[in-house]
């Protein structure tokens, strides 16, 4: 079982930042991709950035330049710094990890949502 828990959202006035985090912990063997969807009322849940264990990263074009995605691999951490917050960054965001528990067995883990606001 791999379980994330997640930190750092909230509410923020527009242009301001926020940091959130994920921590992986459980039974498992490696930790490949980690990253962040988030998901708005009405709207698709969105890949917001994901990056890999040697650091290769992948973000939204609605973020990209405003959003920073790192990780810790010795912690199984992964970071989201948010900044330039605008309204439409108001969303639940998401944590999710690809796990590998075995040599043929991968598992994809979510966290529990945590809200970000931008608003004035």
């Known amino acids: 079982q791999v379980q994330l828990v997640e930190s750092g959202g909230g509410l923020v006035q527009p242009g301001g930042s926020l940091r959130l985090s994920c921590a992986a912990s459980?039974?498992?063997?490696?930790?490949?991709?980690m990253g962040w969807f988030r998901q708005d009322v009405g709207n698709k849940r969105e890949l917001a950035a994901s990056v890999t264990p040697g650091a290769s990263t992948k973000y939204a074009d609605s973020v990209q330049g405003r959003f920073t995605i790192s990780r810790d691999n010795a912690r199984n951490t992964v970071y989201l710094q948010m900044n330039s917050l605008k309204p439409e960054d108001t969303a639940v965001y998401y944590c999710?990890?690809?796990?590998?528990?075995?040599?043929?067995?991968?598992?994809?883990?979510w966290g529990q949502g945590t809200q970000v606001t931008v608003s004035s």
């Open positions: 999710f990890a690809d796990a590998k528990l075995a040599a043929t067995t991968t598992y994809t883990a």
């Open positions: 459980g039974s498992f063997w490696s930790i490949n991709t």
